[in-house]
């Protein structure tokens, strides 16, 4: 064998610690774990019922329902109206629903279907759940009023709201220009009506007191209505009146002032109580007063500034 070849085969010593050239060392990050690429991704919770309903809430903050809900015109062969009918009924459900649909109208004009699961959870609270099957009870109860009109697509439905008084016609946005004299007059509730704060204090008795207390303080603060009168004027008992008049003292919604006030009929020295009710928090005059007016400022303040936004385009 050639000797220079076996050479070439020969291991090279290793070289001596001192002439080793020292490297910079780099540190590469390892690839995350497939686990740390969706840590952002951190999943909901369930929407509850207040949550649900508030999706599709007017973000104005009220609703309108007309007066002839709670009660015909004075003058009318009929006082009692759609509420004394509901209420006589034990229908406290379809009387949410009902009131639920007009509140949302505005959100589900453009697109009406929704499962019937949805409608479900906005009809549950914190208290009191509400099945797809209830919801689907509900619904035919205010079917066979004419209050709705329903069609149901699979397990999903389009409900659209008919006029308070179940006269079978397509509700519109109450202005106070209907030509029929029952129609024209209208009430708003705050969307806190719909709070769970509220629907769990209140039964069938509390929210038909809400109801008429509502319509009465349209336009003053305070209202008085003897219970004596609630049959013959809404169409319910006075035991169901005192029940939701209870109700809403519990929850905080109502104060009282009692008025002694002459009556020669009395046998308590000729004098007998007058009870004087007013609204608080949200529900008072004042505040759903304000409430409209801060949307009417604005629905002024938009237009404007659309106006002033048409102008500068047309200049340039």
Request: proline share 6%; aromatic share 8%.
């Amino acid at each position: 064998m050639d000797p220079h070849q076996a050479v070439a085969y020969r291991a090279a010593p290793a070289p001596d610690s001192d002439d080793l050239i020292a490297e910079p060392e780099t540190t590469s990050k390892a690839d995350p774990e497939p686990d740390d690429v969706f840590a952002q991704f951190v999943d909901e919770i369930p929407a509850t019922g207040q949550a649900a309903r508030a999706e599709f809430l007017s973000n104005r903050g009220y609703f309108v329902c007309r007066q002839v809900f709670v009660q015909h015109l004075d003058g009318s062969p009929t006082r009692p109206s759609t509420l004394g009918s509901l209420v006589t009924a034990g229908q406290l459900r379809a009387l949410l629903l009902y009131l639920l649909v007009i509140a949302c109208e505005h959100r589900l004009a453009s697109n009406r279907r929704l499962p019937a699961q949805t409608w479900a959870r906005m009809l549950t609270t914190a208290n009191y759940p509400c099945s797809t099957a209830q919801f689907r009870k509900a619904v035919s109860v205010l079917e066979e009023r004419q209050l709705v009109r329903a069609r149901w697509i699979g397990t999903s439905v389009e409900l659209w709201p008919g006029y308070e008084n179940g006269n079978g016609e397509a509700w519109e946005q109450p202005t106070g220009a209907d030509e029929d004299p029952d129609l024209k007059r209208y009430f708003t509730l705050p969307n806190e009506f719909f709070d769970d704060a509220v629907l769990d204090r209140l039964r069938l008795p509390g929210v038909a007191m809400l109801l008429v207390a509502l319509k009465e303080t349209s336009r003053d603060s305070t209202f008085s209505i003897s219970v004596e009168r609630y049959a013959a004027w809404y169409g319910f008992s006075e035991r169901t009146a005192e029940r939701g008049y209870r109700e809403l003292a519990n929850a905080g919604l109502t104060r009282t002032h009692k008025q002694m006030i002459k009556d020669p009929r009395s046998g308590r020295g000729g004098l007998r109580a007058r009870y004087h009710r007013t609204l608080l928090g949200p529900f008072a005059t004042q505040a759903r007063t304000d409430a409209r007016r801060r949307a009417q400022d604005s629905v002024h303040a938009s237009a404007r500034a659309q106006a002033a936004a048409q102008t500068e385009a047309g200049h340039s």
